[in-house]
């Protein structure tokens, strides 16, 4: 099972760091490598949870397809339980 983890898709720890660390206001703040992995860990999560509930409202509204409206109706529920 965690060989099956390793390869599965996600966020590179490099993309996560230069996007966290446009945030940072001041230059001395640093990163960790653990922080960055745990937060792609959790950008994963986040982005596939995104994907089922908008497959799921998709379903509950018979289309065959998820449109940018699905993931609309999901999101602000979404956003609560992260």
Do not use: W, Y
Not at 11 to 22: A, C, I, Q, S, Y
Not at 35 to 40: G, Q, R, T, V
């Amino acid at each position: 099972m965690a060989e099956q983890q390793d390869t599965a898709p996600g966020f590179r720890k490099e993309t996560v760091d230069k996007l966290l660390k446009g945030f940072f206001k001041e230059e001395k703040n640093k990163l960790s490598g653990d922080a960055a992995l745990l937060m792609a860990e959790l950008l994963k999560v986040f982005v596939e949870e995104a994907a089922v509930r908008s497959l799921k409202q998709a379903e509950s509204e018979d289309c065959n397809q998820v449109d940018i409206e699905h993931f609309e109706k999901i999101l602000p529920q979404l956003l609560l339980d992260f």
